[in-house]
Nanobody
Framework: QVQLVESGGGLVQAGGSLRLSCAASGPIFRLFRMGWYRQAPGKQRELVASVTNGGNTNYADSVKGRSTISRDNAKNTVYLQMNSLKPEDTAVYYC?????????WGQGTQVTVSS
């Protein structure tokens, strides 16, 4: 039903920036709570940032102040701008969409930060 496709990952040096994009299919994008999660090798998947359908945002303490999540409902797209990247940001980043009992995940995009 709902498909999520991430893009924008890659290899960057410490201190650099990336903007991740998540394009969603379906007619009810405006009703979804959108989030970015990440999973590093040997660690559990964790929430990085989320944005509600009303525009309220939430960030993990580890990225607060250097990351920004935003959404463009007209384009069915959510973004994650990441600045001042650190090696510990290295992980696979996943896009998530949630509305009530409905929950969807993207395939993930790799972010690697070198020192």
């Amino acid at each position: 039903q709902v498909q999520l496709v991430e893009s924008g990952g890659g290899l960057v040096q410490a201190g650099g920036s990336l903007r991740l994009s998540c394009a969603a299919s379906g007619p009810i994008f405006r009703l979804f709570r959108m989030g970015w999660y990440r999973q590093a090798p040997g660690k559990q998947r964790e929430l990085v940032a989320s944005v509600t359908n009303g525009g309220n945002t939430n960030y993990a303490d580890s990225v607060k102040g250097r990351s920004t999540i935003s959404r463009d409902n007209a384009k069915n797209t959510v973004y994650l701008q990441m600045n001042s990247l650190k090696p510990e940001d290295t992980a696979v980043y996943y896009c998530n969409a949630n509305w009530g009992i409905n929950n969807y995940w993207g395939q993930g995009t790799q972010v690697t930060v070198s020192s």
